[in-house]
């Protein structure tokens, strides 16, 4: 949501040569502030030979006194706030106060100079963001520093990364800091017996990673998960390095998408799938186990979607355990999206006997959408991109995957986490 506010500021001839400040009130709320300013520059002299005769420059101090920075007469607009500022400008949660714009009376070649100030504050609402969960570095068997790589995912158009480096986490303590743009502190605890990535701290091993039994295995992971860890199983049913521990709950979410898509995918969701039907609440995720750049591994293909109230590292995570996410062949690839009433992917719905969904989708031509229930798969035909699905609550669970239309494999090229039904006391019980 935006508002704005504008100020109509005269900045006399006797000011010529000094600095002032001009106050303006921050609400509360405001995640960004975005201060842009205009006047008339009002050029002398012949062409070739032309010369700026108004100069009036600029920077931001916040509501405390703090001084946020000074662009002087480079940039006619300028942005501060907590997920990324202006270049020469502090990144900083916003407060509300009494703010001030700096001013900076260069040049006024007449008695006066008016300048209009156009102040737009911004407050996050919950979307989509995207990002890549796993992702490798130079410090383990990648060939790129972890900066390299942030400032690639940024250029492709992602808001987050995971760095996933080998049993190591020395990069944790340094990931790189980009406006509008998350880096995730994770490692891939990589094991003979399976590969897990553990997300959100820094250090999720006291004592080293070495786990040769079971027990040793669930121990060293529920340590992680006290220090605030989320662990999730990688490439499962990899043909290389698959998940061989005889436990299925030892991990709290699944990569059911690794890379270019192949069967070791389109097992992992069936495996995925066979565990919801037993009753299981896993959500998933996907990353492109990016490393060197090889054909056909791409940075960003997949991706994670992952509807947050903000790109805080927290909010992601605890979104993406909330199951409020899909997974999609990259930023460009299918959108999917799922809802009933106030809930959505990830959700459990108390209902009667039926439940209506709410379906959202932007698939190309050559795709067609399917919902996957406890009882089977079914088309989905979208109207405008939209559609209504009505379920029996006897189903358990619904999800949508976007697959080939003219494929006969079991392949994807989006999925989502499922809505779950659970019969309450406020509807009538299912017979």
């Keep these: 949501m935006k508002t704005v506010q504008v100020i109509r500021h005269r900045v006399e001839k006797t000011k010529k040569g000094s600095y002032y400040s001009i106050p303006f009130t921050v609400p509360a709320g405001v995640d960004k502030i975005t201060v842009r300013y205009a006047y008339n520059k009002v050029t002398q002299g012949l062409t070739g030979r032309r010369k700026t005769a108004n100069m009036i420059d600029l920077g931001l101090q916040d509501g405390d006194g703090r001084f946020l920075g000074w662009s002087g007469s480079a940039k006619e607009e300028v942005h501060v706030g907590k997920y990324g500022s202006e270049k020469g400008y502090f990144s900083e949660p916003i407060c509300p106060g009494e703010w001030r714009i700096l001013v900076g009376a260069y040049q006024i070649s007449g008695s006066y100079i008016d300048v209009t100030y156009t102040i737009t504050f911004e407050t996050l609402e919950s979307r989509f963001y995207y990002g890549d969960l796993h992702v490798h570095t130079e410090a383990s068997d990648g060939k790129y520093s972890a900066w390299e790589l942030a400032v690639r995912a940024k250029k492709h158009g992602l808001d987050f990364i995971a760095f996933a480096d080998h049993n190591n986490f020395s990069e944790n303590d340094r990931l790189p800091v980009l406006a509008d743009f998350t880096c995730i502190p994770a490692v891939e605890w990589t094991h003979y017996k399976g590969h897990m990535n553990l997300f959100g701290i820094r250090h999720p091993f006291d004592h080293g ?87 056909p591994i791409r940075l960003g293909q997949p991706v994670t979607a992952v509807y947050s109230p903000s790109p805080d590292t927290g909010d992601l995570l605890a979104s993406l355990a909330a199951g409020h996410a899909f997974v999609t062949s990259g930023k460009n690839g299918a959108f999917l999206s799922m809802t009933s009433g106030a809930h959505r992917m990830g959700d459990t719905v108390p209902c009667g006997r039926h439940v209506e969904l709410f379906v959202e989708a932007k698939i190309s031509p050559m795709e067609k959408l399917v919902l996957v229930s406890g009882r089977g798969e079914r088309e989905v035909t979208l109207c405008g991109g939209r559609a209504t699905v009505t379920v029996s609550a006897k189903e358990q669970f619904a999800y949508l995957k976007a697959v080939p239309r003219l494929g006969k494999g079991s392949f994807f090229t989006a999925v989502t986490n499922p809505v779950y039904f659970q019969p309450s006391a406020e509807h009538p019980a299912l017979l």
Aim: charged letters at 25%; hydrophobic letters at 40%; glycine letters at 8%.
């Design 209 to 295: 990673f070495i786990a040769n039994d079971r027990e040793q295995m669930r121990r060293l992971l529920q340590n992680a998960r006290e220090k605030g860890a989320y662990v999730s199983v990688n490439h499962p049913k990899c043909g290389v390095c698959p998940y061989l521990w005889e436990d299925d709950t030892a991990f709290d979410w699944m990569e059911i998408w690794n890379g270019p898509m192949r069967p070791a995918n389109a097992r992992a969701l069936l495996w995925w799938t066979e565990l919801l039907k037993q009753g299981r609440k896993i959500p998933i995720v996907g990353g492109s186990d990016y490393h060197r750049g090889n054909f």
